[in-house]
């Protein structure tokens, strides 16, 4: 089972995903107002989303960072993004949108004014339409951002070929430029921690599960660069671990001949204790010789509050102080066809910028879960899991549960005929894409007020 960002070949069986990679299940009961996305079970996983939830309820800050890949046209699989951000943002974080730039030209080949173009006019001109609100978005371009590539070759420190090699596929043939790439848009995820770009908080990356590889590999790094550990103990309290580092020994209290000073090593141990006092907690012991504390009332559930105040410590020392990013994982839509959507293959989607006639012609000639004739049909019924309308309806065009588990049961039960469910996909298409259309047009001033 591979992950490639780049050549995505299908994931069928996301149970198997989960399992293999760590992932987390969501579970949208406990979500604040959660989406036909996250009831339907489209958005389906994630890491670390806790941190993002608990920030919100302690009325903190938060942010959200996505991308795009500026090659080809805005899609239906592109909107599902936004549709997450702009749900983040009504929760109250603030969003920010790469222009992957560096990384077309160096995986695609297409030139930096090519990729501005297809970024203005066929992404961040939708993006307005999208209900993105301009005052708390921001979309920049990799190639105008010279923080984010200083902060990817920072970070870049941290791994080496053989773990590219492990995550990525990566072999001898693999250009320098690709290989370049994850590190830049580590650089993504991460900058907007900064304090220019928003500070310290945590920052969640909602992606297809394609796009994993670039999170494990930010949040292996970004783990690499904190200097205090934030671990469980055998008694399910939690305990904090010095990270000696080539940049920090002076101030860990390390010696030359790897001997440690008391005084120094006591001082910064005193502020890491003063640091998870600030986050209300007292019932502390520590061991400044092994460069460590534990804290006796805390648990797993009160690591963010703790890490929060040890990484604003770091940054005091003159660290990086940077979270992990969070992320969470929607399954793929799929091509009208019946496989892969992809924007090269035009056939295999909806074009935000497609005429009523375009969409009317592909919803009708999609992918069918109906029997061969209408008599086998009422006998059998349909299979609305391979059924290409039902499943962008279930996707894209019809928030009401209620209404969309009627059409499931007509359809299952025979009652409802394929061309039947493709019009009423038809109607609801037509309906979403003339509405956006308006917008779109009636918000194109905002475009300015997106770019940073």
Same mark, same amino acid.
């Given at each position: 089972m591979e992950i490639d960002p780049w050549a995505s070949k299908g994931i069928k069986n996301y149970d198997e995903i989960c399992e293999k990679f760590g992932l987390e299940k969501i579970d949208h009961t406990t979500l604040p107002e959660p989406t036909h996305l996250h009831r339907r079970g489209i958005i389906f996983a994630h890491r670390d989303l806790d941190?993002?939830?608990?920030?919100?309820?302690?009325?903190?800050?938060?942010?959200v960072l996505s991308g795009l890949m500026p090659s080809g046209q805005m899609h239906l699989g592109h909107k599902m993004v936004i549709d997450q951000a702009r749900w983040f943002q009504d929760l109250g974080g603030d969003v920010t949108i790469a222009v992957a730039d560096l990384e077309?030209?160096?995986?695609? *080949?297409?030139?930096?004014?090519?990729? !501005?173009? =297809?970024?203005?006019?066929?992404?961040?001109?939708n993006y307005a339409g999208m209900g993105l609100n301009p005052d708390k978005t921001s979309i920049y371009f990799q190639s105008e951002r010279a923080i984010v590539?200083?902060?990817?070759?920072?970070?870049?420190?941290? &791994?080496?070929?053989s773990e590219m090699e492990a995550i990525y596929g990566f072999s001898g043939k693999t250009s320098l430029a690709h290989v370049q790439s994850p590190l830049v848009q580590a650089g993504d995820i991460v900058h907007p921690q900064l304090e220019e770009y928003g500070g310290l908080r945590p920052i969640v990356v909602p992606v297809g599960m394609d796009q994993d590889p670039h999170i494990r590999l930010t949040r292996g790094m970004v783990s690499k660069t904190n200097w205090f550990n934030v671990n469980k103990n055998k008694l399910g309290n939690l305990t904090i671990g010095l990270s000696i580092q080539d940049n920090n020994q002076d101030i860990m209290g390390m010696k030359n001949d790897g001997g440690v000073d008391k005084t120094q090593r006591k001082i910064v141990i005193d502020r890491a204790i003063s640091a998870i006092n600030k986050a209300g907690y007292t019932q502390i012991n520590s061991n400044p010789k092994h460069g460590t504390i534990d804290i006796k009332d805390a648990t797993a559930e009160n690591y963010s509050e703790i890490q929060y105040e040890l990484l604003s410590l770091e940054r005091q020392l003159g660290g990086m102080g940077l979270m992990q990013p969070s992320s969470t994982y929607h399954q793929f839509a799929v091509g009208m066809t019946g496989g892969k959507m992809s924007s090269s293959m035009p056939e295999t989607t909806i074009f935000l910028n497609d005429s009523m006639k375009t969409i009317e012609k592909k919803i009708k000639?999609?992918?069918?879960?109906?029997?061969? &004739?209408?008599?086998?049909? !009422?006998? %059998?019924?349909?299979?609305?899991?391979?059924?290409?309308? =039902?499943? =962008?309806? !279930?996707?894209?065009?019809?928030?009401?549960?209620?209404?969309?588990?009627?059409? !499931?049961?007509?359809?299952?039960? *025979? %009652?409802?005929? &394929?061309?039947?469910?493709?019009?009423?996909?038809?109607?609801?298409?037509?309906?979403?894409?003339?509405?956006?259309?308006?917008?779109?047009e009636q918000n194109q001033h905002l475009i300015k007020g997106f770019l940073s």
């Open positions: 941190s993002i939830l608990s920030a919100r309820k302690a009325g903190k800050p938060f942010g077309a030209h160096a995986t695609r *080949g297409l030139s930096l004014e090519k990729c !501005r173009k =297809y970024a203005i006019e066929e992404y961040i001109s590539q200083k902060m990817g070759f920072t970070l870049g420190t941290k &791994t080496n070929l000639s999609s992918f069918s879960g109906g029997q061969p &004739t209408v008599e086998e049909h !009422r006998k %059998k019924g349909g299979n609305p899991d391979i059924d290409v309308a =039902y499943q =962008y309806l !279930r996707y894209f065009f019809e928030e009401n549960d209620n209404e969309l588990e009627k059409i !499931r049961e007509e359809y299952v039960s *025979g %009652k409802l005929l &394929t061309g039947e469910i493709k019009s009423i996909c038809v109607e609801k298409a037509e309906s979403w894409m003339k509405e956006h259309h308006e917008l779109k």
